[in-house]
């Protein structure tokens, strides 16, 4: 589909950069995997932790697997780095296992790598998963992810 196209388009600048990061926060806060796959080019490359993937139906997939797992998932993506083509993003986001009655937040990076055309053609992530309490959540219902106040420790 060579008409497709995601704006903002690189070469990237500082307010670009940051807008393509909060609309990838928002495409990922909706976990509607059929409308984030639209971010990618339809060959778009991913490694997510130790799981490879490419295509958007094997994005799709994962995304299907993931959020039925990650009860009340709740994202924050902030902008790490960037260059022409290439975004580098911290994230933070929290879940609920029902199977193991256990809360958990996850922290990594992204490094994005952007076709012309504003699509992502490749992701790679890294994280780290940490148990917390009910009592420790940033992302409770009804917060704004982009109001908490996350401390330099957790950066």
């Keep these: 589909m060579a008409s497709e196209s995601k704006p903002p388009f690189p070469p ?5 950069a940051r807008i393509k990061v909060k609309a990838a926060q928002d495409a990922w ?3 509607d995997p059929h409308k984030v796959k639209l971010a990618y ?3 778009s ?13 094997e994005i799709a997939d994962f995304l299907t697997k993931k959020w039925a797992k990650e009860d009340g998932y709740r994202l924050r993506k902030e902008l790490f ?8 993003v911290q994230f933070w986001y929290e879940w609920y296992d029902e199977a ?3 809360w958990t937040r996850t922290y990594g990076l ?4 952007f076709a012309d055309n504003g699509l992502m ?20 219902d009804g917060v704004d992810v982009n109001q908490v106040d996350i401390s330099e420790k957790h950066w």
Excluded: C, H
């Design 121 to 140: 053609r490749k992701r790679m992530m890294s994280g780290n998963d940490v148990k917390i309490s009910d009592d420790e959540r940033w992302f409770k």
């Design 45 to 57: 490359i991913w490694r997510n932790r130790d799981t490879f993937l490419q295509g958007r139906d």
């Design 81 to 88: 780095a960037f260059t022409d083509n290439k975004i580098a």
């Design 100 to 102: 193991a009655g256990q």
């Design 12 to 16: 990237f600048t500082l307010e670009t």
């Design 29 to 31: 806060n909706t976990r």
């Design 41 to 43: 080019t339809p060959d």
């Design 110 to 113: 992204e490094d994005w790598t």
